[in-house]
């Protein structure tokens, strides 16, 4: 099956006035997003982020490595027919309103008449703007504006979307509208990467994480399998007696009155990972 994202060795130097020797935002980052998945990479501020975001828009050209869309090179303009972009902080004209804003993208997009008016009023419906369809960006709020945003990315119909700090500065009332968006557009099959410090909502929506850190990928893998915790077992038992308690797991299987409900690795939290894979390794 093709990969909605595919970057390979990915290296990223920036030459800097004064320094002979370049700084290297991105080192040998490899990545691989399936189609309908929901994909997060975080890291600290200054780890290379939203530099291999822009890599895989194409915005930037890699010193080395590939990145590829849906099997098309990043640097060709074809490959973002069907990607949406929400960066981090998005700027809209304040004086129009929201119906306009996302008219004013449709028809940069091509659409016209009915086909345009009726997205509009899709895409106001999903991300619950449709009440403030009238009302000038200038008087919406933060998670308003990340809201439109968001449908402003959504109106070509993309199969990938790229989110960049969706939620940064947003309160919790319109972090959780945003989430469930993220949500909605996983239930439609859209591939997602998002890129996030809130390790909170990282964690509740996606499938599959990577943790950068100083330009290199740390880790990388399924949620449940980061964040297990591999020299432990945990076993959770149903209707057991105290005395059961002592006699372990095949104790439980022959006992007629007990249910064993899950045994497997106890998990950590991702801020926990996040921490100890980032902090163990800076430099004394």
Known sequence: ME????????VKEFRLPGHKTPLRAVDDVSITIAPGEVYGLIG????????????????????????SIFGNDSLK????????FL????????????????????KLC???????????????????????????????????LQRIGLAQAL???????????????????GSRQIRDLIFELKGRGITVFLCSHLLEQVQEVCDRVGI???????KEGSLDDLLSIDDQTEVILRNASPELLAKVREAVLADGAAELIRAGKPKTTLERLFLQETLD???P
């Not at 979307?161 to 309160?171: C, H």
């Open 87 to 106: 960066p981090e902080n998005p700027y809209f004209y304040k004086h129009l309103t929201g119906a306009e804003t996302l008219r004013f993208y449709g």
């Open 77 to 84: 303009v074809d490959s973002r027919q069907e990607v949406g």
């Open 212 to 218: 950068i850190f100083r330009g290199r990928m740390v």
């Open 110 to 144: 091509g659409l016209r008449g009915p086909s345009l008016e009726k997205k509009v009023g899709e895409l106001l419906e999903l991300v619950d703007l449709t009440g403030a369809r009238d009302r000038r960006l200038g008087g919406y709020s933060k998670g308003m």
């Open 281 to 283: 390794r800076k430099e």
């Open 3 to 10: 990969s909605a994202v595919e970057i390979r060795h990915l």
């Open 44 to 67: 600290p501020n200054g780890s290379g982020k939203s530099t291999a975001m822009k890599a895989l828009l194409g915005l930037v050209a890699p010193t080395a490595g590939t990145c």
């Open 155 to 173: 109106v070509q119909e993309p199969r990938l979307v790229i989110l960049d700090e969706p939620t940064a500065g947003v309160d919790p009332i």
